[in-house]
C-alpha cells in the first residue's frame, strides 16, 4: 500500500484545508474551494484564508456556484508542470473546477518516465478531462488517445496540448465503456491505459456511469485492450469511502495470469499547515 503526493509541483501548493473546504495556490493565485474529504478543522483561520485569497468558490446547487473575488485576477490564466514541460490553462467553471486535479501529477511521471523509450507505444486516456495524462504521454512520445464525454473538456484539453508544444493526439468526444467495448470488438491494444471515472457521470448521448455499478464491466473491456506482454495500467477512484482493495481485486486476476507486477495505494496532497488531503485510491498493473 503506497501513498503518494506530487513532490515537484512547484506551481500548485495546498496551503490549508478544513471545514469541507481548501486553500490552494495555482501559480500566482491563491482559490478558496469545496472539498468534501476535509472533514477536519481548518489549521489557518477563516480571516487568515480570505486575507491569503484572490477568490472564493460559493456553490448555488450541488453541481454549480458562484466565484466570489477578494483581489484582482483573471477568469483564466495558466501554470506550468516543469518536470514534464507541460502547460495547462485553468479557468474559474461554474462546477468549482479549475481545470486541473493537482494530485494526479503523481501519474503523469509515471506515465512519462514508462512510455519515454516506447516510440510507437499506443496510450489511452479513459474519462480524460483536461488532459493531465494525455499530454504527459504525447510528450513520452506515444500514440495518445483521449476520450472524454464533454466536447468543452476535450477542447479545453486541446489547448493544453498546443501551450504544451505537442501536437497529434487522437481527440473522442464518447462514452468511455461505449469506446472500451467497440475497442475490444476491434481487437486493439494499447501498452498504456488510465482511467479516472468519476462516482456519477453522463456520456454524450445520456448514458449513465455510476462508479460502483459500471466498474466491474468497464474494467473487464479495459483488460481485454492492454497489451498483455507489456503494459502500464492505472485505475484512479476517486469516492468516499471506496477502500484501495477494490482496484486491487479488480486488476489481480490480470496480473497473476499474466505475471503483472500489481500495486495500490491512495493519493494525497499534503498541505503547508501540516494536513494530508486524501484524493482517492489507485491501483496499477506493470510489465
Request: glycine residues 6%; charged residues 25%.
Amino acid at each position: 500500500m503506497q501513498l503518494l503526493t506530487p513532490t515537484n509541483f512547484t506551481d500548485y501548493e495546498l496551503i490549508d484545508c478544513g471545514d469541507f473546504e481548501k486553500l490552494e495556490r495555482f501559480g500566482k493565485y491563491i482559490t478558496i474551494r469545496p472539498e468534501p474529504q476535509a472533514v477536519w478543522s481548518k489549521i489557518y483561520s477563516n480571516a487568515d484564508w480570505e486575507k491569503q485569497a484572490h477568490v472564493k468558490f460559493v456553490p448555488r446547487s450541488s453541481s454549480s456556484g458562484d466565484w466570489k473575488k477578494f483581489k484582482q485576477m483573471p477568469d483564466q490564466w495558466t501554470i506550468n508542470y516543469t518536470p514534464l514541460n507541460l502547460v495547462f490553462r485553468l479557468g474559474l467553471t461554474s462546477f468549482k473546477h479549475v481545470g486541473i486535479f493537482p494530485e494526479q501529477s503523481v501519474n503523469w511521471d509515471k506515465i512519462h518516465s514508462f512510455l519515454k523509450d516506447k516510440p510507437k507505444a499506443k496510450f489511452l486516456n479513459l474519462f480524460a478531462y483536461t488532459g493531465g495524462a494525455s499530454i504527459a504521454a504525447k510528450a513520452a512520445g506515444a500514440d495518445v488517445t483521449h476520450v472524454d464525454s464533454i466536447k468543452q473538456v476535450v477542447t479545453w484539453a486541446n489547448e493544453n496540448m498546443k501551450n504544451s508544444n505537442l501536437d497529434n493526439i487522437r481527440w473522442l468526444v464518447d462514452d468511455a465503456l461505449k469506446f472500451v467495448n467497440k475497442e475490444v470488438r476491434r481487437g486493439n491494444f494499447y501498452q498504456g491505459i488510465i482511467l479516472d471515472p468519476p462516482a456519477f457521470g453522463h456520456g454524450p448521448n445520456g448514458e449513465k456511469w455510476k462508479l460502483e455499478d459500471n466498474i466491474s464491466e468497464m474494467m473487464a473491456g479495459v483488460l481485454q485492450i492492454l497489451d498483455p506482454k507489456e503494459h502500464l495500467l492505472i485505475l484512479n477512484a476517486y469516492s468516499l469511502g471506496f477502500s484501495a482493495l477494490v482496484p486491487e481485486n479488480l486488476l489481480r486476476p490480470f496480473a497473476q495470469k499474466n505475471m503483472s507486477e500489481l500495486e495500490i495505494g491512495e493519493l494525497y496532497l499534503n498541505a503547508k499547515s501540516g494536513i494530508k488531503l486524501p484524493l482517492g485510491v489507485w491501483g496499477s498493473l506493470k510489465k
